[in-house]
C-alpha cells in the first residue's frame, strides 16, 4: 500500500527555516541538505509504521511517529491512507503539547 504524503503549513516552515539556518554558513548545502530530509519524508509513502512511536505521542491525543534523519526528526501521524507531516525539527527538541 502506498500512502499519500502531506505537509502541514508548519513542517513547510520547519524545511524552509532549516535550510535559512543552514545557508548561513553554507549556502550551496542548504537547498541539497533540504532535499535529503524531503526523499526521507516520500520514503514514508511505503511503511511508516516501521518508524518508532515519538515521545510526545502519549501527551498529544493522537499516535504520532517519527523518523530520525541525521540530527532532525520528522514528526508524522498516520490516518487511513495519508501520512501528515506535522514537524521537521531538531533532534535534541521535543514538542510542548501547543506545537
Not at 32 to 61: H, N, Q, W, Y
Request: glycine content about 6%; proline content about 4%; some cysteine.
Amino acid at each position: 500500500m502506498n500512502y499519500r504524503i502531506l505537509l502541514t503549513d508548519e513542517a513547510s516552515k520547519d524545511l524552509g527555516d532549516i535550510m535559512d539556518y543552514i545557508a548561513l554558513d553554507a549556502p550551496r548545502r542548504a537547498e541539497g541538505f533540504v532535499d535529503e530530509l524531503l526523499d526521507e519524508i516520500r520514503s514514508l509513502k511505503t511503511m511508516p509504521k516501521r518508524c518508532a512511536v515519538a515521545p510526545e505521542s502519549g501527551r498529544r491525543g493522537y499516535e504520532m511517529r517519527h523518523l530520525i534523519y541525521k540530527r532532525y526528526r520528522i514528526l508524522f501521524t498516520i490516518k487511513e491512507a495519508q501520512v501528515l507531516i506535522l514537524r521537521v525539527i531538531h533532534g535534541a527538541r521535543l514538542l510542548e503539547p501547543e506545537d
